[in-house]
Structures are given as structure tokens and as C-alpha cells.
């Protein structure tokens, strides 16, 4: 789980993909019909997001300290949770808000068992600090269900040979029911060249240690670039709600289909 000084690390990468948030958000909100005003006066609006991810920014130990308390609780499964800020829920109403909080849900309802979510993801991650941060952890549990979805933050300082050797790390640690998932859309062209090497990468690395790959570009590309509208917290970055649960419906078939397979349900009767 993240440690005090982790989270600056957070706060540094919001602060130094802004310039790079501000031209999508400006893009965005003139492709959404919203952005005239926004778009018109630039300084007042970069001036406003800025205030909007440092607000943001702010969640960050609330978040963790909330998955910290709710990784105590005891079940029956364990799930185990990798990522960044996106598994931390970063942009919800509420932590478990967030898609790994929506996917504990299903798992409770499906199998009828208690679930322990135990959620190992750091704001601001990228591949190379999941191995140093978060992998150190993870060998010393025994998950019954393992979500994956790392990688975002790698795309601000594009190197594609040390995301391939961070993500080699990272899925060498898997057991083989681990469900990992591709990068999001980034909608804008210049982002999405870099996303579909990182995705090529992934999905050649993941078929290499037989792990399942769910979606999750595909899912959000789906939604439309509008989507940053409706679907994204203020910060023009992170998912809001209705956002985590586009992204938790890429996870939801293989979830499902992996739950089925390998998690007896709870006896009525018990």
C-alpha cells in the first residue's frame, strides 16, 4: 500500500502532465460543444485546472488510508488489486467507487462469499515503481482473484524499453488467474501512438506468461471523446464514477468467466 512519500509522487506527476491535460481538456470541450468560453480565455482555464487536480491531488491519503483500514476487514477471498491511481479510485465520489471497489462488489455477489481487497496500487505509478513498490507485497499473498491495470503514467515519459522490462517484471509475478488489463484511450493522437506500442507490448509480454487481457482501450475508446465530458473527474484525467464503470464493465466478462471457473459459490444451506 502506498507510504507517506509516495504520495508526492502523485502530486509531481499531475503537475507535470498539465500542460499536456490542458490541451486535451481545451480539445475535448470544443468537440463537446462546452468549451467556447474555456477555450477562449486559455490562461483562465489552464488557472482552473490546475486548482481542479491539486484539489484532486488532495484525496490521494484519503483514498489510500480508506483501502489501508478495508484491507483489515476479514473474508473468505482475497483479491488483490495492482495498479495506480485509477485503482485507487482517484476521481470518485468515494474510494470504493472506484472500478476495483465495483469489481469487489460483483465478486461477493457471484460467489456469496466475503471478500478481502487487499488494494496494493500507488497514486502516480508507473510500471517500473509497481515493481520496486507494490510487487515486494504481492509475493507475500495468495489472492484468489488478481486485477492488473498499470501503465498510464508510463505514457507522459514514453520509453518503450523500459516499459516492456518493467511490465516483463510485473507479469512474471502473476499467478496464471491474474486478469491484467491494456492501456485506456487517450483519445488524442498524439497520446495514442505511444498507448498502442504500450499496448502491443502488454499483450505480447501478457501472451508470453499466458495471462488474460481484458479490454480496457477498446471499452473506453468506445465512448467517444465526448466521453471526457461526462465521463471524467474535473481534472480532465482521472474517471469519475460513471467513468469506473465503463471501466470495470472491460473487466466484468473475463471476471465472471474466471470466478465461474475457479470459485465454487456458497452453499445456500450453509
Not at 84 to 103: C, E, H, M, T
Not at 202 to 214: D, K, M
Not at 229 to 237: E, I, L, W
Request: overall charge positive.
Amino acid at each position: 500500500m502506498p507510504r507517506g512519500g509516495l504520495y508526492s509522487r502523485g502530486v509531481i506527476t499531475v503537475n507535470q502532465r498539465l500542460r499536456s491535460l490542458v490541451l486535451t481538456a481545451g480539445t475535448v470541450a470544443t468537440a463537446a460543444g462546452i468549451g467556447a468560453a474555456a477555450t477562449f480565455n486559455y490562461r483562465k482555464f489552464r488557472l482552473r485546472l490546475a486548482e481542479n487536480a491539486a484539489l484532486l491531488n488532495e484525496t490521494l491519503p484519503i483514498h489510500s488510508q480508506w483501502w489501508r483500514d478495508h484491507a483489515k476487514e476479514q473474508g473468505e477471498l482475497l483479491y488483490v488489486a495492482i495498479g495506480d491511481s485509477a485503482a485507487q479510485g482517484i476521481g470518485a465520489s468515494k474510494p470504493n467507487r472506484g472500478y476495483v471497489g465495483i469489481l469487489a462488489d460483483h465478486i461477493r455477489l457471484s460467489t456469496g462469499r466475503t471478500v478481502r481487497v487487499v488494494n496494493l496500487s500507488v497514486s502516480g505509478a508507473t510500471v517500473g515503481l509497481t515493481v520496486r513498490d507494490q510487487l515486494p507485497r504481492f509475493v507475500k499473498l495468495s489472492p484468489d482473484v488478481v486485477t492488473v491495470a498499470i501503465g498510464a503514467n508510463d505514457i507522459a515519459f514514453w520509453d518503450a524499453a523500459v516499459f516492456e522490462t518493467g511490465i516483463r517484471e510485473v507479469f512474471a509475478a502473476l499467478p496464471g488467474h491474474a486478469i491484467v488489463a491494456d492501456l485506456p484511450c487517450f483519445h488524442l493522437p498524439h497520446n495514442e501512438r505511444k498507448v498502442a506500442e504500450a499496448n502491443r507490448i502488454l499483450r505480447g509480454v501478457a501472451a508470453e506468461f499466458g495471462l488474460t487481457v481484458v479490454p480496457l482501450h477498446a471499452t473506453t475508446k468506445r465512448q467517444g471523446l465526448r466521453s471526457v465530458a461526462t465521463q471524467f473527474a474535473n481534472d480532465f484525467f482521472h474517471p469519475n464514477d460513471r467513468g469506473y464503470r465503463v471501466w470495470a464493465e472491460a473487466f466484468l466478462p473475463e471476471l465472471s468467466a474466471d470466478i465461474a471457473h475457479r470459485i465454487p459459490q456458497a452453499r445456500l444451506d450453509a
